[in-house]
């Protein structure tokens, strides 16, 4: 209940500093490319249920019909603006909004892909009795996933080697975490970001 109200109390402040400047990366978003301002893409969240992902759109907006749901290196689908919001991790901040909804924690599992998920061991779906993080363990230790993703066996090698690799610190992060540990991770993360 106490991590429920911290991360409500941290949304709420995080999105009434940052909406002027979500007004100025929604308008270089439109200018960029045609398209929506936010993709809302199916995640797995707590208990299995699924949710729609608030994140700024990084890609063209036909992306999902000129190739796979995960990024892989060099994905030419991702547009000017979207380059530069990946690079900082700027696209993830809208997910403050699936924080407020209750759908998120700033600090959990990241959600999966429905289509991933499937592929979850009994053990693994272990991360699915909490509210999947807008950072975590994980997210540190791949914050440039995409670059492990290379060449046309992406994700024979994303399925065989990422996921239970990232699902592997997610469990230990499970079973070792504290109030203090998800703190130490948000600022952590805020260095990643701005180094």
Request: proline share 7%; aromatic share 10%.
């Amino acid at each position: 209940m106490a991590k429920r109200a911290f991360d409500f109390a941290c949304a709420t402040l995080g999105l009434a500093i940052l909406m002027p400047s979500f007004a100025i990366i929604a308008l270089a978003i439109k200018l960029d490319s045609p398209g929506p301002v936010f993709f809302r893409g199916e995640r797995v969240g707590l208990g299995g249920k699924p949710f729609r992902i608030f994140k700024f759109r990084t890609m063209v907006v036909d992306a999902a019909q000129r190739g796979p749901g995960i990024t892989t290196h060099g994905d030419t689908r991702i547009t000017r603006v979207g380059h530069f919001l990946r690079k900082y991790k700027i696209d993830e901040l809208p997910q403050l909004f699936n924080v407020l909804l209750g759908e998120m924690s700033l600090v959990g599992p990241r959600p999966e892909d429905p289509r991933y998920v499937a592929y979850y061991t009994p053990e693994q779906r272990r991360v699915l009795e909490v509210r999947p993080g807008i950072t975590s363990p994980a997210t540190l230790h791949y914050h440039h996933e995409e670059r492990w993703l290379e060449g046309k066996d992406w994700e024979t090698a994303y399925l065989n080697e990422l996921m239970p690799r990232k699902l592997a610190i997610e469990l230990e992060y499970l079973d070792t975490r504290t109030w203090l540990a998800d703190l130490k991770i948000i600022l952590q993360t805020l260095l990643v970001i701005f180094r």
